[in-house]
């Protein structure tokens, strides 16, 4: 009864929400097949059928019809429709399957050419029944506790293959199968594209890689390299190194009695990210004049290299590994190219029988960490300004030769231009934007610039600035976005910035350093991204009750027990319900 009741109010729920743009229609009436193409899964042979518009039609829209006869054989037919060139937030359409018909299987084709086939749950009744699949939410939450409760089963293949969305969409397939009957038909009406509201970018970030370590808990595997036998070691959690309250780990071998190497690993496949662009370790040694590297990388491509200088002077350094430049060395499974394909799976640090004269090598590691790409979302902007006025934008303030000119960009509209002759070298050439709400947190700001300045080299240049400020007004950072130099034809510069704690109020700072001739800018604007976790923290959360059944009289008061299962710790201010 509990689910039957979670559906049908989760349907609802997620068509208030996610149905509130406006959408865009994928049935054309006045074409026969409705502007779909029909296929009859060449794959499993003898099915046949036929793709159509109907001269009937539901809720005042056009009805297609997809027919299959399984007669002489096949498994399905299909009609495809191909998506518009942009995000997808939610799918809808109005379907009427065979009575038979528990599910009804549509495939997804996404910007990778990944295809994913959801077999979606109907109503056993028969009857016309809208279907609901809010596809980005679906696959960021897919199998966690707050997936939607829409999908029988999920499969991939294809493409990036990873099992996740990659915008913008492509196709949308709907089957009609043999297990709906010898000769069934499945309609469809009213199948809309709702776009999303939020464009994807790529930001860099580092992450903390060892908060396990930190916590006085391994996470690390040890491989004894057992396809060697003779090699003995282990791997120790080490307080108060590299300092006091800091942890690391010691990786030790004795090859005295044979083997070939031991290893510490690490597997990255629970980080959301779409590249690992390098990793840092701090390592020391008194022992270890070297070691070897295994990383893996997205295809499951081993990449290896071995006898990796290293100090062994009993002072911490500084380790970058680069997957980048692992690859073109050793390299076995995966695509088996030699070549880097994001992100790293695994890395895994070996001492070798080379390590060490004395055979008896060992190694301490701590603060691992990573340079990661992962995707963000663009929300709406706070501030744009595109200078379409013949004058100053209200609430800019500006000092030297600045005015509003054209053309702009694209030789249309106009232009923020910035000029100053040689004469005029020393007298200060700028503007300052009206103040705008912000929020700490990471924004993207992008903006439109051309330049013919004396740019002997790039310190002589047009900057752009953004200065942050608290709800006081006072000045807490000023953000270098970017520069334009030398003799440039327009072009886009954007990049993700890192609003401080505090931040309250911003506003843009563009002026002319050390250089003449003229600035053009235009298009400013700026908005907040919205960034997803990294790391799968959270298990399950799981609560209970001392009354028998949870049934709770009107006024009782109820106690709850909270147990929060997580994958990696939580911190302090995470582990308060409020």
């Not at 994807?200 to 060697?228: C, R, Y």
């Not at 970058?320 to 692992?326: F, L, Q, R």
């Not at 960490?369 to 006025?389: I, L, P, Y």
């Not at 953000?479 to 440039?488: L, T």
Request: charged share 25%; hydrophobic share 40%; proline share 5%.
């Amino acid at each position: 009864m509990r689910t039957v009741i979670l559906h049908m109010l989760m349907i609802p729920a997620l068509a208030a929400t996610a149905l509130c743009r406006q959408p865009v229609s994928l049935i054309d009436g006045n074409r026969d097949t409705g502007g779909g193409d029909f296929a009859n899964g060449p794959e499993f042979p003898g099915a046949s059928g036929k793709l159509e518009v109907t001269a009937k039609h539901f809720r005042d829209k056009p009805v297609l019809s997809l027919h299959g006869d399984f007669t002489m054989g096949g498994k399905y037919v299909q009609a495809s429709i191909a998506l518009p060139d942009s995000g997808v937030d939610t799918l809808s359409f109005w379907v009427k399957a065979p009575l038979v018909a528990s599910q009804v299987t549509v495939r997804l084709v996404d910007g990778s050419e990944q295809c994913h086939q959801i077999r979606l749950r109907i109503n056993e009744k028969g009857g016309w029944q809208q279907m609901v699949l809010p596809v980005e939410e679906f696959f960021k939450t897919m199998g966690t506790p707050s997936a939607p409760d829409i999908a029988v089963q999920y499969e991939k293949w294809g493409g990036s293959n990873d099992g996740k969305w990659h915008q913008p969409g492509r196709m949308l397939v709907i089957l009609c199968t043999e297990d709906m009957g010898t000769k069934p038909t499945v309609l469809m009406s009213d199948v809309l594209f709702y776009p999303s509201d939020e464009k994807a970018t790529s930001v860099s970030k580092e992450i903390q890689l060892d908060e396990m370590l930190q916590a006085g808990e391994i996470d690390w595997g040890f491989n004894l390299g057992q396809e060697f036998a003779g090699a003995k070691g282990g791997l120790d959690l080490v307080r108060n190194q590299p300092q006091a309250g800091e942890n690391s780990m010691r990786v030790h071998a004795d090859f005295t009695g044979g083997g070939a190497y031991v290893g510490v690993r690490k597997s990255f496949t629970e980080l959301d990210v779409k590249a690992i662009k390098s990793i840092h370790l701090k390592m020391r040694s008194e022992t270890a004049k070297s070691f070897a590297l295994r990383l893996v990388d997205g295809t499951g491509q081993c990449h290896q290299r071995k006898d990796v200088a290293f100090e062994c002077d009993g002072r911490w350094h500084d380790v970058v590994i680069v997957p980048a430049d692992v690859a073109g060395g050793e390299h076995w499974g995966g695509a088996n190219d030699g070549k880097w394909h994001d992100s790293v799976q695994l890395i895994e640090l070996m001492l070798n029988s080379s390590s060490d004269e004395r055979k008896r090598p060992d190694l301490y590691i701590t603060d691992v960490r990573a340079d990661v790409v992962v995707e963000a979302k663009v929300k709406a902007a706070a501030f744009t300004e595109g200078f379409e006025s013949e004058q100053s934008p209200a609430g800019w303030e500006t000092i030297g030769t600045v005015r509003i000119a054209d053309p702009g960009d694209n030789d249309q509209g106009n232009a923020l231009l910035l000029e100053r002759t040689l004469a005029g070298l020393q007298a200060e050439t700028g503007a300052t934007s009206r103040v705008f709400d912000v929020a700490p947190g990471t924004w993207q700001v992008q903006y439109e610039w051309k330049a013919k300045l004396h740019s002997p080299d790039n310190s002589y240049h047009g900057s752009v600035a953004l200065e942050t400020f608290d709800r006081a007004g006072a000045l807490l950072e000023t953000i270098p976005v970017g520069i334009g130099y030398g003799q440039k034809d327009w072009q886009v510069s954007s990049k993700p910035v890192v609003l401080p704690a505090g931040a309250s109020r911003a506003k843009f700072r563009i002026q002319l350093e050390k250089t003449y001739g003229s600035f053009w800018l235009d298009d400013l604007s700026a908005s907040p991204l919205s960034i997803g976790p990294v790391e799968k923290r959270i298990e399950r959360i799981l609560l209970a009750t001392d009354t028998v059944g949870n049934l709770f009289l009107p006024g009782e008061t109820v106690g709850f027990e909270v147990k929060v299962a997580a994958v990696t710790p939580l911190p302090a201010e995470q582990q308060v319900m409020q």
